[in-house]
T-cell receptor
Framework: GAVVSQHPSRVICKSGTSVKIECRSL??????MFWYRQFPKQSLMLMAT?????????EQGVEKDKFLINHASLTLSTLTVTSAHPEDSSFYIC????????????FGPGTRLTVT | KNQVEQSPQSLIILEGKNCTLQ??????????LRWYKQDTGRGPVSLTI?????NTKSNGRYTATLDADTKQSSLHITASQLSDSASYIC???????????FGGGTRLMVKP
């Protein structure tokens, strides 16, 4: 199956700093990528849809100025958590959608963010 | 409102035993249904994906069923192994990959 990578796999940062997470589709081009957040023992919650070459679409309740998304190429989307606070600590997962067949989404391995 | 409900929320079984996880959905329109396995601290990995016309699909020891009339799906795990311990998530796609509705997952623990 298609491969999606994320970097870093885990990051610890101080409150007030910004953190960038990269999501790459390694063997296919993805015009659309998705960013999810997952809290312990809960399912994935969609944060935003990242569209190559255009602005991201954010879900209700997700602050676009706090979670900056850039999808500059067909294989890379980035999520920047600005002015991070402890409540932003979570597991962030991206997925990339294959534009063929059943439009399956392939998920990255996730990034564990801890804000101290 | 589109919803996907899974049961049970958690399950403990002994190694070698079989188990069945349930998924009921109210998503409309319906495009396909996927089962994912998510190990702790990892991203979800696809096990099966089924369209409206498919009733059953197997992937090794995993067999998924779909009844589009009653809007129910199940995931059967045969001869469980310790490595099957994970969360299993049912996801229904309503619109060409854009409208995924996630179930809450079933946390399976396989004990020796």
């Amino acid at each position: 199956g298609a491969v999606v990578s994320q970097h870093p796999s885990r990051v610890i940062c101080k409150s007030g700093t910004s953190v960038k997470i990269e999501c790459r589709s390694l063997d296919f081009q993805a015009t659309t990528m998705f960013w999810y957040r997952q809290f312990p023992k809960q399912s994935l919650m969609l944060m935003a849809t990242s569209n190559e070459g255009s602005k991201a679409t954010y879900e209700q309740g997700v602050e676009k100025d706090k979670f900056l998304i850039n999808h500059a190429s067909l294989t890379l989307s980035t999520l920047t958590v600005t002015s991070a606070h402890p409540e932003d600590s979570s597991f962030y997962i991206c997925s990339a959608r294959l534009l063929a067949g059943l439009y399956e989404q392939y998920f990255g391995p996730g990034t564990r963010l801890t804000v101290t | 409102k589109n919803q996907v409900e899974q049961s049970p929320q958690s399950l403990i079984i002994l190694e070698g035993k079989n188990c069945t996880l349930q998924c009921n959905y109210t998503v409309s329109p319906f495009s396909n249904l996927r089962w994912y396995k998510q190990d702790t601290g990892r991203g979800p990995v696809s096990l099966t994906i089924m369209t409206f016309s498919e009733n059953t699909k197997s992937n090794g020891r995993y067999t998924a069923t779909l009844d589009a009339d009653t809007k129910q799906s199940s995931l059967h795990i045969t001869a469980s192994q310790l490595s099957d311990s994970a969360s299993y998530i049912c996801v229904v796609n309503g619109n060409a990959g854009n409208m995924l509705t996630f179930g809450g997952g079933t946390r399976l623990m396989v004990k020796p």
